[in-house]
């Protein structure tokens, strides 16, 4: 078929074109079509013919099956006859079987009451053999028993005999924890006893500093308090604080003062230690109660106007206060090295901060000698340092000097390489400029121009 043949369609009368492509489709289309209508038909001849052969199968079985039956017919009445006759013997036969059996019966029965009288004889003896053994085995029952109720009897007075015996120790045991309650009651009414006794005199020594702190004026208290101090430190002076100074502060020229300054110092001359001392006491009946608080910051005015290491309040302010009341008391989080303390740890106080002067005085000693000891070494060291100081200084200096020089040789170097490249570029041009000139002739100049070449012609 030619491309783009014309194509009628039957039912619409349209008329269009179609290549061979399209072409090939519609005959595939119509074959496939035709096809398929061709295999409905075969299957549907096959499925008659199949039908059929059923149809003509069955009708051939069914034949069949009838002649069977009629035949199976006669067989069951051929077999129906015998039947009667055989069955009419056999009930003869069963009849005379039953006959001899009711005669087998009457003599069995004869000869079973024979046997039932032997075994009640038999019986009657079995019996009277169990009932012996039966009696023997109750005399041994009896027996047992009364070895038991024996042996229990027994047991029975041995458990009586542990529990009177536990019922003793219980008692004993009930005495004994009566006597020990007695003895510790008698022990706790001592205790208590001598308990209230010292309370007593504890509450009597109270109302009597009582009635005492209220007989003196708040003047009074302190400088009580103050004359303690001084009788107690006095009292170890000559043993322990024979280079001490400990005497009153009468320099009130800064505005305030405070109540003792103790100073010591060594066998050179050296302070060991210094401390401002700060008595406060009040009576119990004061209005106004001070805290310990209160006198901090004068304190500390004063030990670094008097020039003082340390300050120490001796303080019975805040009676009831356990802070203070643990011993001494460092308070240098608030200013600096300064303690509170009770008046019975005031030579404590002394002797702590004494004994911490002591070693810190050996330890400068030790550290001034040391010095002394090291100073040439330091000096050398020094010495040493300032060579190795100004060595590399100088070293600094020249090598930086070195390197400056060398960039400037660089740079030259890269100079006169540019100036060797140039008059090597020019030596180039020269030598190109003087073959051009020797290759110049006459006749190149003159070739493509008549005029030039006439004239040199005619010269």
Known sequence: MSKNAEVKCPNCKEVFKVDDSVYTD?????????????????????????????????????????GQLAQK?????????????????EVSKKEKFIQDLQSKIQNSETQKSLELSNA???????????EAEIKALEAKIENTN???TLELSTAVREVEKERDQLKNDLKSKDTEKELLEKSLVEQFKNKLEHKDEALKLKEEEIERLKDYKQKLSTKMIGETLEQHCETEFN???????????????????????????????DVNGNEVISIMFEMKNENDQTATKKKNEDFFAKLDKDRKA???????????????????????????YKYDKMYVVRPQFFIPIISLLRNAGMKSLQYKAELTLMRNQNVDITNFEEKINDFKTGFARNYDLASRQFGEAIKEI???MNHLQKTKDNLLSSVNNLRLANNKAE??????????NPTMKQKFEDL
């Open 410 to 412: 660089d740079k030259t």
């Open 439 to 448: 290759d110049l002739t006459i006749k190149k100049l003159t070739r493509g």
């Open 146 to 148: 009364i070895q038991k």
């Open 120 to 130: 009640v004889k038999d019986a009657a003896e079995a019996l009277s053999k169990k």
């Open 26 to 66: 519609i005959v595939k289309q119509v074959r496939d079509q035709q096809f398929q209508e061709e295999v409905n038909n075969r299957l549907e001849v096959a499925q008659r013919e199949k039908q059929a052969a059923i149809q003509l199968k069955a009708a051939e079985l069914k034949n069949e099956f009838q």
């Open 73 to 89: 017919q006669r067989e069951i009445e051929e077999l129906t006859h015998k039947s009667k006759a055989q069955l009419v013997d």
């Open 306 to 332: 008097k020039g003082c290491e340390y300050a120490v309040l001796v303080s019975l302010l805040e009676a009831d206060n356990e802070f203070y009341n643990t011993g001494i008391v460092d308070v240098s």
């Open 235 to 265: 009292k170890l002076r000559a043993t322990a604080f024979q280079n001490a100074y400990f005497e009153k502060d009468n320099d009130a020229s800064g505005g305030t003062k405070g109540d003792y300054i103790y100073k010591e110092q």
